[in-house]
């Protein structure tokens, strides 16, 4: 017996102590040190057809396009595009719109989330897309620039026109959180009825109207929590919350904790 408490012994020396699992964080660290150069997925990015992607610098300047971009402007080559503004390469009054929602963006270190906007393409063509831009930050958490990707819109919705008044009616929706959003007004305003509205923001987004509108102010919230210092009363009105209790009620049925913990912890993580 005593044998086999011996051979017992030796195997356990001999074999590799488990390790503890690698926290996402280390593993993240460990992978970013061994590149070889900073990787932003431009490679990727450069395949897909329907999107554009894109990083700039904090003047708004292009530091990182994907070929669609490119093309999108007209050009051949990255270089041509690279260190210029959106001004620079998209015609009037495109240009001068993507270049403030940039300045936007970086002033105010504000995301900007599924919005609906036109593009033009070569040959004079329209078409709609959604826009994700982000700030990008520095080791400081200042911010130094925007991310953002573009991506087309596929949609069966009936009209050029249809397009510009939904697309009127988001614009409305994210200038006015603060206050009452009714469908029925919404609706007047696109010239529609409440449901065939209701089913142009669910063909868009697969979201009702009024889940749409509520998403919308769960984002501005999020931003003025982490963002500011206001008192989450106020944040609560800015958001366009009566009060601070159902404010709450919402913020942790769709974040999952409250907003004074979701502070505490952007906080901690900065």
Not at 26 to 35: E, P, S
Not at 197 to 222: H, S, V, W
Not at 224 to 229: A, D, G, P, V, Y
Request: with cysteine.
């Amino acid at each position: 017996m005593g044998g086999w408490e011996q051979i017992g012994r030796d195997d356990a020396s001999d074999a590799p102590c488990p390790r503890p699992p690698m926290k996402p964080d280390d593993a993240k660290t460990r992978f970013l040190k061994d590149l070889g150069r900073p990787w932003i997925c431009e490679e990727l990015f450069d395949v897909l057809t329907d999107s554009v992607v894109f990083i700039k610098d904090r003047q708004g300047r292009y530091v990182v396009v994907n070929q669609t971009l490119v093309e999108r402007c007209g050009m051949k080559s990255k270089d041509e595009v690279i260190g210029k503004s959106a001004r620079e390469v998209f015609p009037v009054p495109l240009g001068e719109s993507f270049s403030e929602q940039d300045m936007e963006v970086i002033e105010k270190s504000k995301a900007i989330l599924a919005q609906l906007e036109l593009h033009l393409y070569p040959g004079g063509r329209r078409g709609w897309c959604l826009t994700w831009k982000e700030p990008v930050l520095n080791a400081k958490g200042e911010t130094v620039g925007v991310s953002g990707i573009s991506r087309d819109l596929l949609s069966s919705l009936d009209a050029p026109k249809d397009m510009d008044a939904i697309s009127g009616v988001l614009s409305h929706i994210e200038k006015n959180l603060d206050e009452p959003l009714r469908l029925q007004e919404l609706a007047d305003k696109a010239g529609l009825s409440t449901y065939q509205l209701d089913q142009r923001i669910r063909a868009l987004f697969n979201l009702t109207a009024g889940q749409y509108i509520t998403r919308k102010r769960i984002e501005r919230a999020c931003h003025l929590l982490e963002r500011t210092s206001s008192p989450i009363t106020d944040v609560a009105l800015d958001c366009g919350y009566g009060d601070q209790s159902a404010f709450t009620r919402q913020f942790r049925q769709s974040v999952g904790i409250t907003p004074g913990a979701f502070r505490e912890q952007r906080a901690g993580s900065s």
